[in-house]
């Protein structure tokens, strides 16, 4: 299994900044994409950036030139820089990874969250 410990939340007003940070744990031998998806109270949750192994990265329209995905395949961990932060980006944000497990099977695995908060 894989696991995906987030970290980085917190409360920031509105123009601050926060780093995110997802590290991935366990039994498997590639990851392909990381990505951080997020979910606000009432609403589904919606992609907000994601990378290849490559480093290839797409962004939600909301958060480009805003955002910045970018891993360090080595350790592997998946971090999210957020500038210019808004009230509008107040949510749970996830991590998301996929890859191949060490026996061989594919697998998608989710972190637990961590709460973001924007507000004055």
């Known amino acids: 299994q894989v696991q995906l410990v987030e970290s980085g939340g917190g409360l920031v007003q509105p123009g601050g900044s926060l780093r995110l940070s997802c590290a991935a744990s366990?039994?498997?031998?590639?990851?392909?994409?990381m990505g951080w998806y997020r979910q606000a109270p009432g609403k589904q949750r919606e992609l907000v950036a994601t990378i290849t192994s490559g480093g290839r990265t797409n962004y939600a329209a909301s958060v480009k030139g805003r955002f910045t995905i970018s891993r360090d395949n080595a350790k592997p961990t998946v971090y999210l820089q957020m500038y210019s932060l808004k009230p509008e980006d107040t949510a749970a944000y996830y991590c998301n990874a996929d890859g191949v497990l060490s026996e061989g099977r594919s697998f998608i695995s989710w972190g637990q969250g961590t709460q973001v908060a924007v507000s004055s």
């Open positions: 366990g039994s498997f031998v590639s990851i392909y994409g």
